[in-house]
């Protein structure tokens, strides 16, 4: 196939019907005639001789304009043409005229029938009308990226009409109107591009500063200085009032003033419209009530005043309100970009303000939230728990059990007897030590009796000295001497008497059969020792006694004569019962707080108890709810701390 020359002198138009004619070979579709390629390059003479029109097309932004002339060059194409329609998708689903031809502003409506035909079925309509007479109405649908986006519809005149012809101009001509909607879409990009970057600057801003205020306060002076406010305000919900939180470039402001309680108005303003609300109005704001804004307004010596909405998704949590000149006025633009920021940083001050306050915040979301899980849809698993405590709860209310007092217990015998050293002297030799059972009169430890044998020895020989003086003064009856010499003699028995005493208790032996609970001199062999050391305690095998420590919180619980049961670490499968005998009522500080000291006697005979066991005692008290019994300590603490902080 030879080259096709392009009689137009357009290069654009050139390019686009090259590139309309090449996707046809690859498509498989029916190769055009070289005439007919011809005719697709050439194109009417009319389009080459207004170069305006095609101008228009290559480098006009506006939508209208373009329209116009696209619409204009295609109807010059077509051979016959008398009237045009182009109807567009308006972004909502509603098609509505972007251009008519001859003239724009005449009356197409008769159109109207062949376009929504074409649109219901989305391929090309060709309808031969009885009014006006001997015309034909091609409809072709306008698809961009599998998406319906508007009509194109020609009248033509029957018997001039090549309607192949025609309906082949109008679809190579709408890449056109493709064109249009990639320019109209690359600036949407391009404006929600930029949007994006200024609103993740500022909630950058706002991240730096963990604590809720100061981010409010970043957010407004970093508001104010890129977009050239005199002022910025925050607010954040408080129920259903708004309140003032953070004004740009002011740490501290009174909360009463009269300004701010009118900045808080017209914050409640937007925030009970749900939507952005500025004064003056501008297009995308002209429905909204701005009453509290204009009021502003005229407070601030005419300023312009626009509020917008922060929401975490949901629901509005705060509202961002921001001052200008009125040579300044806020647009839809500033609005829209408003609006993206609020977006952004209305989650998180929010997550600030509940970390920030944790009765108010985190605990009333909490509680707010089991609420619902309990008693709004689904959740099963949680309504089934609650279920489920319930009934634990009732049958604890319902159910009774023994109340018994517990405290920590130790065993000692009934009659603990000490045994002491007699004398000062040194320990001789000590068979016995703790733990030990001894039968009465078993010697425990001996004391070294040498010098009190020698003691006796001398104090015998003086006795025998005194003895002979005495019976010498008798027979010459020299009576005075008699006397004095009686009285040394008994001097000298008694000190024998008492050398003799000491000898004999010179080994200690137990007074009774029992246990040594303590004592050990196996160590102190040849060691002096003092008169009255205590060298053993001994404890009797038929007769114990329980002390038990009561905390002062369960004192009050009781009396003498209560029964008891106690558990010892070492025989922990075996209950000793016991009752109580006496209540010390004089505390110890132990472990940390004030226990009772309360005596309790053994019951019945219990082989394997050994003085110094320890273990838990429980003291019987009377038969209760199972609830009151295992919230008493909670309730005790209840009633304490009221007490305290009560007046």
């Known amino acids: 196939m030879g080259t096709l020359r392009s009689p137009t002198q357009n290069p654009i138009l050139d390019a686009y019907r090259y590139k309309i004619f090449r996707q046809l070979i690859l498509s498989g579709r029916p190769v055009p005639t070289p005439e007919q390629a011809i005719e697709l390059q050439s194109g009417p003479r009319s389009s080459r001789q207004d ?183 925050v607010g954040f919900s408080h129920g259903r009032n708004v309140r003032l939180i953070a004004m740009s470039h002011s740490a501290v402001f009174s909360q009463y003033s009269q300004i701010v309680s009118t900045i808080e108005n017209a914050m409640e303003e937007a925030a009970d419209q749900n939507a952005s609300v500025a004064f003056p109005v501008t297009p995308g704001t002209e429905r909204r009530i701005a009453l509290a804004h204009e009021d502003l307004a005229r407070r601030l010596g005419g300023a312009a005043v626009v509020s917008v909405l922060m929401t975490n998704g949901i629901k509005p949590v705060g509202v961002i309100l921001l001052e200008r000149d009125r040579s300044k006025a806020f647009d839809d633009p500033t609005i829209e970009t408003l609006e993206a920021v609020a977006a952004l940083v209305g989650p998180g001050l929010e997550t600030k303000s509940e970390t920030n306050r944790l009765i108010a915040g985190r605990a009333v979301t909490a509680i707010g939230s089991g609420v619902r899980a309990l008693f709004g849809p689904g959740r099963p698993a949680i309504k089934l728990g609650t279920v489920a405590v319930l009934a634990v709860l009732g049958w604890m209310a319902l159910a009774t059990g023994e109340f018994r007092v517990t405290a920590k217990a130790v065993v000692e015998g009934a009659i603990q007897r000490s045994i002491v050293a007699p004398f000062d002297g040194y320990v001789a030799s000590a068979p016995a030590r703790a733990g030990d059972i001894v039968d009465t009169g078993q010697v425990l430890a001996t004391l070294d009796d040498r010098e009190l044998k ?178 008493r300590s909670l309730i005790d603490w209840i009633h304490i701390t009221a007490w305290k902080w009560l007046p």
């Not at 591009?193 to 604590?211: K, M, V, Y």
């Not at 003498?560 to 209950?575: N, P």
């Not at 006496?582 to 707080?593: K, L, N, Y």
């Not at 082989?607 to 295992?630: F, H, N, Q, Y």
């Open 51 to 233: 170069p305006a029109l095609w101008s228009v097309l290559t480098r006009t932004r506006n939508a209208p304009e373009f329209c116009q002339a696209w619409l204009r060059l295609q109807c010059e194409q077509v051979t016959g043409a008398t009237a045009a329609l182009l109807l567009l998708d308006d972004g909502e689903g509603h098609f509505s005229s972007a251009a008519g031809w001859p003239d724009g502003h005449q009356d197409l409506s008769f159109l109207a029938a062949t376009a929504h035909q074409a649109l219901s079925r989305r391929t090309s309509f060709i309808d031969q009308p009885a009014m006006p007479a001997g015309t034909t109405q091609i409809g072709q649908p306008i698809e961009s990226e599998g998406r319906l986006t508007g009509v194109v519809v020609v009248e033509l005149k029957r018997t001039a009409a090549d309607i192949p012809a025609a309906i082949r101009q109008l679809r190579w001509g709408i890449g056109w109107l493709e064109l249009l909607f990639v320019r109209q879409q690359s600036a949407q990009d391009a404006t929600k591009l930029a949007r994006t970057g200024f609103a993740l600057g500022i909630l950058s801003e706002a991240q730096q500063h963990p604590a809720f205020r100061a981010s409010a306060l970043a957010i407004a002076n970093e508001i104010a200085s890129k977009l050239d406010c005199t002022n910025v305000s």
């Open 454 to 631: 020698l003691e006796a020895a001398r104090w015998k020989s003086e006795r025998d000295q005194q003895a002979l003086k005495y019976s010498d003064a008798m027979s010459k009856h020299d009576r005075s001497v008699a006397l004095v010499v009686s009285a040394s003699l008994e001097q000298t028995a008694a000190q024998l008497s008492l050398v003799e005493d000491k000898l004999t208790r010179a080994a200690i032996a137990a007074p009774f059969r029992g246990v040594v609970v303590s004592g050990d001199l196996r160590q102190l062999i040849g060691s002096p020792i003092e008169k009255g050391k205590v060298l053993f305690e001994i404890a009797p095998l038929d007769a114990f006694r329980v002390i038990l420590q009561v905390d002062e919180r369960d004192i009050a619980f009781l009396t003498e004569g209560q029964q008891g049961t106690l558990v010892l670490t070492g025989l922990s499968s075996d209950a000793v019962p016991f009752n109580v005998k006496v209540i010390t009522p004089v505390a110890t500080a132990s472990e940390g707080r004030n226990q009772f000291r309360v005596e309790a006697a053994v019951q019945g005979v219990a082989p394997l108890l050994r003085p110094g066991m320890e273990g838990i005692g429980k003291i019987s008290i009377d038969r209760r709810s199972l609830l009151a019994i295992w919230t």
